[in-house]
């Protein structure tokens, strides 16, 4: 146990003092030569493993291999896994025995010379390892995204691709994975590359009008040519901009909020849907006040639950607040799940329906709350066969009401049925990363993209007053595409891309 704290406590003093020095040594050398450092880290997640990987980049990679692996060892053959023993090249010491690969530049991920090492996944080799590494000249550990970095600096990736490998990484539901994946793979990038392209054409050709026009060099039409590519690609924009923030949403999970009256069964149900007693169920009205958040997956879709507060009006102070955060969280939901104590309603037997109109009216006042929400009607252990027949015929006649279901949080009756519905409307707020054109995913896209849009504008507002000034509405267009993938500005934009990367990515 000792030797194992004592272990643990070397390896963070190790990492602590090598970030440290990187720290130091990138404040003097801050600028785009920190490539010629060659950068290691360990690219597989901390904690006791299997397996882990350490990652080396830079042009030290082949002297940080042989270093380990002993001089007299040739380098591995490039990208087959090798078996060496590796050794302190001080200490001498037997480190591990394990697979090294080698990529010799500009074929890895880095475009850089680059090498990994797969050792036993204990604290103590993977300490042992870094150490080695550390030791060596010119090695330095590297900074969280600094291989992806490299990689975007190389051109191995444009920043849509950065993206989708960071979501990649973080992805936890099997569309989000998809989506990412496709992104990565460059699908939006080429998009967006595709209209840069015919933005850049467009300008060869309004710039050769401007020049040579008067020498009646240029071909007559060359304008209106000009005008109908602009007018194409500007409602291309459009369209990928009338999304809905579908991609956004699904990248980022699905707000969906469950609300209702007191006592409904909301924190039930949401401890139905999470699998876990996340929030305080008890017979006592108005038990929940703060709004109780759980993620889960709803079929392969990330979905964000809040359980709020029952809706009633109240002198409790703290239970007052609670209702105001319960309002405010279905504001801003993509959907609502207005949970109706199905017992309660039928005191009111000839006007089932119209109950449920007042019950919607009380959670989303008119125009204020998510254009879409879901009818849970709970507690139906409580109805006879009669009771149940007779709400299954009101919802049946009223066509105007959001889509129902019957369901008991108590035995589980009705649930499946509840969360195939659930599924169904998760579904169509999120984009379908297997079909149709790529989404955008995040909201820098789509604040470069309006950028885009209203630069196209001026030059419609110019091309017959002052063609210049027009032009220039063009390439400010095209910059706002450049932006994007990365291609232009991208050092401003890189640590916020960047934000995200852990250590080793
Ligand atoms: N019979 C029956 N009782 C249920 C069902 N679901 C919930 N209850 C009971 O109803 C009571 C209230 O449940 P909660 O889940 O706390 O209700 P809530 O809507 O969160 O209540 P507040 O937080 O007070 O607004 C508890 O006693 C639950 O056990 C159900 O399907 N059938
Ligand atoms: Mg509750």
Same mark, same amino acid.
């Given at each position: 146990?000792?030797?194992?704290?004592?272990?643990?406590?070397?390896?963070?003093?190790?990492?602590?003092?090598?970030?440290?020095?990187?720290?130091?040594?990138?404040? *003097?050398?801050?600028?785009?030569?920190?490539?010629?450092?060659?950068?290691?880290?360990?690219?597989?997640?901390?904690?006791?493993?299997?397996?882990? !990987?350490?990652?080396?980049?830079?042009?030290?990679?082949?002297?940080?291999?042989?270093?380990?692996?002993?001089?007299?060892?040739?380098?591995?053959? %490039?990208?087959?896994?090798?078996?060496?023993?590796?050794?302190?090249?001080?200490?001498?010491?037997?480190?591990? +025995?394990?697979?090294?690969?080698?990529?010799?530049?500009?074929?890895?991920?880095?475009?850089?010379?680059?090498?990994?090492?797969? @050792?036993?996944?204990?604290?103590?080799? *993977?300490?042992?390892?870094?150490?080695?590494?550390?030791?060596? %000249?010119?090695?330095?550990?590297?900074?969280?995204?600094?291989?992806?970095?490299?990689?975007?600096?190389?051109?191995?990736?444009?920043?849509?691709? @950065?993206?989708?490998?960071?979501?990649?990484?973080?992805?936890?539901?099997?569309?989000?994975?998809?989506?990412?994946?496709?992104?990565?793979?460059?699908?939006?990038?080429?998009?967006?590359?595709?209209?840069?392209?015919?933005?850049?054409?467009?300008?060869?050709?309004?710039?050769?009008?401007?020049?040579?026009?008067?020498?009646?060099?240029?071909?007559?039409?060359?304008?209106?040519?000009?005008?109908?590519?602009?007018?194409?690609?500007?409602?291309?924009?459009?369209?990928?901009?009338?999304?809905? +923030?579908?991609?956004?949403?699904?990248?980022?999970?699905?707000?969906?909020?469950i609300?209702g009256a007191t006592n409904a069964g909301k924190s039930s149900l949401l401890n139905l849907l999470c699998q876990r007693p996340a929030a305080i169920v008890s017979p006592v009205a108005?038990t929940t006040?703060?709004?109780?958040?759980?993620? !889960?997956?709803?079929?392969?879709?990330?979905?964000?639950l809040?359980d709020?507060?029952g809706?009633?009006?109240?002198?409790?102070?703290?239970?007052?607040?609670?209702?105001?955060?319960?309002?405010?969280?279905?504001?801003?939901?993509?959907?609502?799940l207005v949970v109706v104590d199905s017992s309660q309603l039928f005191?009111?037997?000839?006007?089932?329906?119209?109950?449920?109109?007042?019950?919607?009216?009380?959670?989303? %006042?008119?125009?204020?709350? %998510? =254009? +879409?929400?879901?009818l849970v009607l709970n507690k139906s252990d409580l109805l006879s066969e009669?009771q149940h027949?007779?709400i299954m015929?009101?919802?049946?006649?009223?066509?105007?009401?959001?889509?129902a279901c019957l369901l008991s949080c108590h035995t589980n009756s009705g649930v499946n049925d509840f969360l195939?519905?659930l599924?169904?409307?998760?579904?169509?707020?999120?984009?379908?990363?297997?079909?149709?054109?790529?989404?955008?995913?995040?909201?820098?896209?789509?604040?470069?993209?309006?950028?885009?849009?209203?630069?196209?504008?001026?030059?419609?507002?110019?091309?017959?007053?002052?063609?210049?000034?027009?032009?220039?509405?063009?390439?400010?267009?095209?910059? =706002?595409?450049?932006?994007?993938?990365? +291609?232009?500005?991208?050092?401003?934009?890189?640590?916020?891309?960047?934000?995200?990367?852990?250590?080793?990515?």
């Open positions: 146990m000792h030797c194992v704290i004592g272990e643990v406590a070397r390896a963070s003093t190790f990492l602590a003092r090598a970030l440290r020095c990187s720290t130091i040594k990138r404040a *003097i050398n801050n600028g785009p030569d920190s490539t010629s450092e060659t950068i290691f880290a360990l690219s597989s997640g901390q904690g006791k493993c299997g397996v882990a !990987v350490i990652r080396i980049s830079g042009p030290a990679s082949a002297l940080a291999l042989r270093s380990l692996t002993g001089p007299r060892q040739s380098l591995p053959t %490039p990208r087959k896994a090798m078996l060496r023993d590796l050794i302190h090249p001080h200490s001498k010491e037997m480190l591990d +025995r394990g697979l090294v690969l080698w990529f010799p530049g500009p074929h890895s991920f880095t475009g850089e010379d680059s090498a990994e090492f797969h @050792v036993h996944g204990g604290p103590a080799v *993977i300490s042992g390892v870094l150490e080695a590494l550390g030791s060596l %000249p010119n090695l330095r550990p590297a900074d969280a995204g600094e291989f992806t970095r490299r990689a975007f600096h190389a051109g191995k990736l444009d920043l849509t691709e @950065v993206e989708g490998l960071g979501d990649l990484i973080h992805a936890e539901t099997e569309a989000q994975r998809r989506q990412a994946l496709r992104q990565m793979a460059g699908d939006l990038g080429r998009l967006y590359r595709d209209w840069s392209q015919r933005l850049t054409q467009c300008l060869a050709h309004v710039e050769a009008f401007i020049d040579f026009s008067e020498d009646e060099l240029m071909e007559h039409g060359v304008l209106n040519q000009v005008e109908e590519c602009l007018s194409v690609l500007r409602g291309e924009i459009e369209e990928h901009l009338r999304d809905e +923030r579908k991609g956004e949403r699904l990248r980022s999970g699905v707000q969906v909020v609300a108005g006040r703060d709004v109780v958040e759980s993620c !889960v997956d709803i079929g392969g879709f990330p979905v964000l809040s709020t507060a809706l009633r009006d109240t002198l409790d102070s703290v239970e007052r607040e609670g209702v105001r955060r319960a309002r405010e969280r279905v504001q801003q939901a993509d959907l609502a005191q009111d037997a000839l006007h089932i329906a119209a109950a449920l109109s007042t019950q919607l009216a009380e959670v989303l %006042p008119a125009g204020e709350g %998510p =254009a +879409r929400c879901l009669e027949r007779g015929g009101a919802l049946r006649e009223r066509g105007d009401l959001p889509r195939s519905l599924k169904d409307a998760v579904q169509t707020l999120c984009a379908d990363p297997l079909t149709g054109g790529p989404s955008l995913t995040q909201a820098r896209h789509r604040a470069h993209l309006l950028e885009c849009v209203r630069a196209l504008a001026q030059y419609r507002q110019y091309r017959d007053l002052d063609l210049a000034l027009a032009a220039e509405g063009v390439r400010l267009a095209l910059t =706002a595409l450049g932006r994007i993938t990365g +291609r232009v500005g991208a050092e401003e934009i890189l640590d916020i891309v960047f934000r995200d990367f852990c250590i080793g990515k």
